[in-house]
């Protein structure tokens, strides 16, 4: 079955009738953006949340609940913000792009009024993405709970010693490692740190997930590309002290034998495109480029 088709077709309203307007904090031009469109929206008589996404907390979900569409106005930062408010909550995101890379933006703030009838009006495709769910485990209870859209990380304090991280997936050891970290990522994180880290680059909407070791000493394993049902648990075994963030926010720090545990999470994340279906691996060098990955050669081959 392809892997662009019918697998990721989900129903979409007709017509929206409250959109929710996310912005990065310190971006004047997200927060005179998100102004212009409540004002452009208010005129079409369509209700509007808008929210800056250093202030937006959990207990607006029932605000951001009833719109239709989440529009995020910034980077990728601000593209994550919007995906741990609106994943459980199934409420699409359109993200555009005000940051350096946005590789999750589907407009420009130039495109966004152009387009915007055409959201308004349902004509869109629903892009699914998988999350990851971390559960960090102390003495056998549940002490921390958090959702990633990019990647899990397990990794050393600053400046303190390489870490000693025994990694099992479903139960069986795979390896001990001796590193700086661990990254679990998504498909979308495979662009984000995992790349960085030496990771492949995996198409967004498959159920796979990434295990990348960072700065692994005398380790024969490879980043390692895992199905998606697999259950991976990090404990750390020795070195110095240590935490786990979820897309870069602090999740815990660890104590003796702490497990953090992760799969994939049963909730996912869903996109609102209007971009062809291979829009992913049409902009792909551009923005590899834009990240010094390719030459400015590459560059104009891929548009």
């Known amino acids: 079955m392809d892997a662009l088709s019918s697998p990721n077709l989900v129903p979409v309203p007709h017509r929206a009738r409250r959109v929710g307007l996310l912005y990065a904090p310190g971006i004047e031009a997200a927060r005179r953006l998100g102004l212009e469109l409540e004002g452009w929206l208010a005129r079409l008589e369509i209700a509007v949340w808008r929210g800056c996404a250093d202030d937006a907390r959990d207990t607006e979900a029932g605000e951001i609940a009833s719109c239709d569409l989440l529009f995020t106005l910034g980077g990728d930062g601000t593209a994550l913000r919007g995906a741990h408010l609106a994943a459980p909550l199934g409420v699409p995101l359109v993200c555009v792009g005000l940051g350096h890379l946005s590789f999750m933006a589907e407009l420009t703030p130039e495109d966004v009024l152009k387009e915007m009838p055409a959201f308004l009006a349902g004509d869109y495709w629903l892009e699914r993405r998988a999350l990851l769910e971390g559960r960090l485990v102390r003495r056998g209870k549940e ?25 099992r997936v479903n139960g069986g050891e795979l390896d001990i490692y001796t590193c700086d970290a661990i990254i679990v990522a998504t498909a979308t994180g495979s662009t984000a740190y995992a790349l960085s880290a030496g990771g492949p680059i995996i198409f967004p909407e498959s159920r796979d997930v990434l295990l990348v ?14 199905p998606g049902e697999i259950r991976i648990e990090l404990e750390v075994v020795g070195g110095g002290p240590s935490g786990v963030n979820a897309d870069g926010q602090p999740l815990a720090d660890l104590e003796g034998g702490d497990v953090l545990q992760v799969q994939r999470s049963p909730t996912f994340c869903y996109f609102a495109r209007r971009q062809e279906r291979n829009y992913f691996f049409r902009t792909l060098k551009e923005r590899l480029y834009r990240m010094g990955r390719c030459s400015p050669g590459d560059q104009l081959q891929a548009r």
């Open 143 to 167: 002490v921390a709970r958090g959702l990633a859209l990019n990647e899990l990380v397990l990794g050393r304090e600053r400046n303190a010693p390489a870490l000693r991280v025994a990694v």
């Open 213 to 226: 070791p960072v700065a692994a000493h005398l380790s024969l394993l490879p980043p390692l590309v895992v």
